[in-house]
C-alpha cells in the first residue's frame, strides 16, 4: 500500500527532483540561447529555426540532466530529513532501507525507462535534426548574406567574396571574388557587378558576374592567366543533405550500433546502455551518501556527493575513449564503471547498517 511516510518521502524527492532538473536545464538553455544568437547573426542558422533548436538541444541535455538531478533530489531531500531530525525518528520506528528505497522506486522507474529513451532514440535524432537544420542553413544562404564592405566565405568551395555595396534585390556591386579550385589553381575575379543564379544541378549554384576579369594561377609561378568578360558565372558547391554522407556514431540510431565492430560506435552504444543503468546505480549511492548527523545541516553531504559524481561520469568519459582507442576490450566496454560504483553503494549501505559487524560475529563463532 501506498503509506504515508511512502507519499512524504516520495513528494519530497519529486519536488527536489523537478526544481533541481529545471534550474540545471534552464542555466544550460541560457547558454545555449547566447551560441545560437551569435550563429543566427552569422547567418549559419535560420532566424526561425531558434526555438526548435533550443528544444531539440533541450532534449539532448536531459539524457544528463535527469541523473544527476535525481541524485541531487535524493541527496537533499533526505539530507533535510537527517538535518531536521526525522530520518533517526524513522529509523526508531523500523524503518530500514527498504522504506526509504519503495517511495523512491516509483520515482526512479519511469525516469530510468525515461532517460533510456531519450539516450537511445531521441537523442541521436534530436542530433541529426540539428545538423540537418544547419545544412539546410548554409545551402540556402545567398548573396543576401553578404554585407557590404565586409569579407564573406561562400560555398562549401570556401570562397570569398567582398562587395562595396549590396542591393535589396541580391544584386553586389563592385565585386572581389577568391577562390581555389580542385586543381589547386587560385582565381581572383574582380567586377562591376554579380548575381546568383540557380543550376539543373541541386547541389550547385552559379554566382554570375558582369564586367570584369579573372586572374587565375598557381601561386608561385609565372603560369597565369588573365581574362576579361562581359558575364562570367562560377560554380560553387552547396553542402549535401543526402543520406549517403558519413553520420558520426553520436547520431546513428541505436539498432545501427548492434553488432557492430567499430570502435568508436562500440563506446557509443555503452555510453547509451549506461546513461539509464548510471541513473539507477545513482540513485543507489545517494541514500548511503546522504546520511548524515542530526543538525549537521542539509547540505552537509553535497560536496562529497557531487564529487562521487563527477568521479563517476569521468571514468565513464574515460572508459568511452579507451573503448573508441582499442585499448579495453568490448567486453569490458564501461561495465567496470558501473560495477565499480554499484560495489561503493552496495559496501556503504553495509557498513551503515552493521553488515561488517554481524559478519565478524559470525566469523569469531
Known amino acids: 500500500m501506498f503509506r504515508i511516510l511512502d507519499r512524504y518521502i516520495f513528494r519530497e524527492v519529486a519536488q527536489a527532483w523537478l526544481a533541481v532538473t529545471m534550474v540545471l536545464l534552464f542555466i544550460l538553455l541560457t547558454n545555449q540561447f547566447a551560441r545560437v544568437l551569435g550563429d543566427v547573426a552569422k547567418d549559419k542558422l535560420p532566424k526561425d529555426a531558434v526555438f526548435q533548436i533550443i528544444g531539440l538541444t533541450g532534449l539532448q541535455y536531459l539524457t544528463i540532466l535527469v541523473p544527476i538531478g535525481l541524485f541531487l533530489s535524493i541527496m537533499l531531500a533526505l539530507g533535510r530529513l537527517y538535518a531536521d531530525s526525522e530520518m533517526p525518528a524513522m529509523m526508531a520506528c523500523s524503518v530500514g532501507p527498504y522504506g526509504i528505497y ?65 542591393s535589396g534585390n541580391g544584386t553586389v556591386e563592385n565585386v572581389f571574388l577568391e577562390r581555389r579550385t580542385e586543381e589547386g589553381e587560385v582565381e581572383v575575379v574582380v567586377a562591376k557587378r554579380g548575381e546568383q543564379r540557380d543550376s539543373p544541378d541541386p547541389n550547385t549554384r552559379f554566382f554570375v558576374l558582369h564586367d570584369g576579369r579573372r586572374y587565375s594561377g598557381i601561386p608561385g609561378t609565372a603560369r597565369f ?141
Open 102 to 166: 519503495r517511495p523512491l522506486t516509483w520515482l526512479l522507474v519511469p525516469l530510468v525507462v525515461g532517460v533510456a529513451w531519450l539516450a537511445m532514440d531521441v537523442a541521436p535524432h534530436a542530433l541529426t535534426a540539428i545538423e540537418r537544420i544547419g545544412v539546410e542553413a548554409r545551402r540556402q544562404a545567398d548573396l543576401a548574406s553578404i554585407e557590404a564592405g565586409k569579407f564573406t566565405s561562400a560555398g562549401a568551395d570556401n570562397a570569398v567574396v567582398y562587395a562595396e555595396d549590396v
Open 225 to 365: 592567366t588573365v581574362m576579361e568578360f562581359a558575364e562570367h558565372g562560377i560554380p560553387y558547391r552547396l553542402p549535401s543533405v543526402s543520406s549517403e554522407r558519413p553520420v558520426e556514431p553520436r547520431a546513428m540510431a541505436t539498432t545501427a550500433l548492434f553488432g557492430s565492430r567499430d570502435p568508436a560506435e562500440v563506446a557509443e552504444l555503452h555510453w547509451r546502455l549506461g546513461v539509464p543503468l548510471s541513473t539507477l546505480i545513482l540513485a543507489i549511492l545517494a541514500v548511503p551518501l546522504s546520511r548524515s548527523q542530526p543538525r549537521k545541516g542539509r547540505y552537509a553531504r553535497m560536496a562529497v556527493g557531487l564529487l562521487v559524481f563527477i568521479i563517476y561520469f569521468n571514468l565513464m568519459s574515460a572508459g568511452k575513449a579507451w573503448l573508441e582507442q582499442g585499448t579495453l576490450p568490448p567486453a569490458v566496454g564501461i561495465w567496470w564503471v558501473h560495477a565499480l560504483m554499484l560495489a561503493l553503494a552496495l559496501g556503504l549501505l553495509a557498513v551503515q547498517n552493521g553488515m561488517h559487524r554481524r559478519l565478524l560475529k559470525l566469523g569469531r563463532t
